[in-house]
């Protein structure tokens, strides 16, 4: 049973990095085509809940002691949602206004804040290679630090060969500041959102495949809902119009 369980997990753990991938790779390609619309980046990576609603139902369906949705469950499953919904929208201000090769190290420092926080709460034990990823971790995003100040040499010497006349870019919709706080503030909010999941999930041992389909379901739910009252609080919403009509 064992080797199938972690030919499983091996799986899982590819289409996650594949997904992972997926969406810095829409971004950066919206990006260069001069298209900047975090909160509406955000909504559309969130469209895939219908996908989730729909595998619910079959488990649901399928499940020998089905267990209904009550008040505390949800109250629950509606923190998490909101708060995907910080995490979403923070993770798409940070990869519209960083390198995707920057965001993706900076994003790692979840898993330092998924070790501190699921040690404080969790009273979780690690071993030495989870200390180990948080050091490595560590070490990258403070050698990104120190070198974010220093031009690339490449980039140097266009600058260098470019005509005196020639104007400089335009600068970004967010700022890097912006965006490096936008990438760890993510970070932190998915950390959390990691810790209260695995607490709502270890309070439903009966269903737990069920559990986890409600989970990843409210985490996209709830962001579609609240997203597009985001776009009209940003004003992003009147200048779609203005792109889109080119």
Known sequence: RM???LGVLVVLAGLYCLASASEVLLVK???QQTVEFPVLTSALLNGYWPLQLAMY???LCRADDPRYLTWPILRGYLVVGFIATGVSLLRC???NGLPGSTY???SCSDIIFNTLLSRLLLKKKFSVYHYAAVGITVFGILLLALSADSPHPAAAAAAAAAPREALPAPPPAVGRGVAIAAALASALLSAINSVLGEFLL???KANPLLAV???SFFNAFVPSLCLPFAMFQTGEVWLY????SE
């Open 3 to 5: 080797p199938r369980e």
């Open 29 to 31: 390609g919206l990006n």
């Open 57 to 59: 139902f079959l488990l």
């Open 93 to 95: 201000y940070g990869l």
């Open 104 to 106: 993706v190290v900076i």
């Open 202 to 204: 270890s309070k439903d």
């Open 213 to 215: 389909s409600e989970v």
């Open 241 to 244: 119009h203005d792109k889109y």
